[in-house]
């Protein structure tokens, strides 16, 4: 009996393991497919390293590159998977913005790091973002517009949006196959497109780069 029970124990704990991969692998199976059928809207390709990996897509959309891929970071004793949409911008500015509500407080290291290559925080009222950027003045500036602040109080669910050498990426924590879904995905990358074609109108000289290639 004293074997018996760590072994039913251990065995039990097998059996949820199994199950969770067979439940990983198989939603990662239905995010290839919603994947690939996206990608045939977008005139891209699906992809991924492995068979048991989450799968990554590159595209066009509306003239703009753009990928969609998982990350997984580490917070702490937290790992999460985020969703990742990049989207090609024209507009030099630099700006971070991290989501006020929700957002895991990085490590010393990490926060230290971040403030080396990213910039110290930047005071802006009005939107559900922390702001930070290595131009403090001209990011100020350029999120003090009320029209752009709206589009970006409606990105609230993505804990990160980075606006840096010609991408907009956000991202924000995976929370199931339904939202990598094509309409899904279409819905946010419009979204995207209209933050995105924001701040190039705030920027003398920059051309939108849908214009460009239409």
């Known amino acids: 009996m004293i074997s018996y029970v760590p072994l039913t124990f251990f065995g039990i704990i097998a059996a949820v393991g199994l199950g969770f991969f067979v439940h990983g692998f198989v939603n990662r199976q239905k995010i290839f497919a919603a994947f690939n059928d996206l990608a045939s809207r977008l005139s891209g390709a699906a992809g ?105 109080s409606s990105l609230t669910a993505y804990n990160q949006i980075l606006l840096w050498d010609g991408s907009l990426i956000a991202s924000k924590q995976f929370e199931g196959v339904a939202e990598t879904l094509p309409e899904a995905m279409m819905s946010t990358l419009s979204r995207l497109l209209s933050l995105a074609g924001g701040f190039e109108e705030r920027h003398a000289g920059s051309e939108k780069i849908g214009a460009q290639t239409a």
Do not use: C
Request: proline residues 10%.
């Open 48 to 152: 991924r390293s492995a068979i048991w990996s989450y799968p990554y897509l590159s595209g066009t959309f509306e003239g703009r590159p753009v990928k969609i891929f998982f990350h997984t970071a580490e917070n702490h004793t937290v790992s999460v998977l985020n969703l990742v949409v990049e989207m090609g911008v024209s507009t030099p500015d630099k700006v971070l913005l991290l989501q006020k509500d929700g957002f895991r407080e990085p490590k010393p290291e990490q926060k230290a790091k971040l403030e080396e290559e990213v910039g110290s925080v930047v005071p802006v009222t009005g939107i559900p973002f922390d702001v930070r950027s290595p131009e403090p003045g001209r990011a100020g500036s350029l999120l003090a517009s009320p029209e752009l602040a709206r589009e970006i």
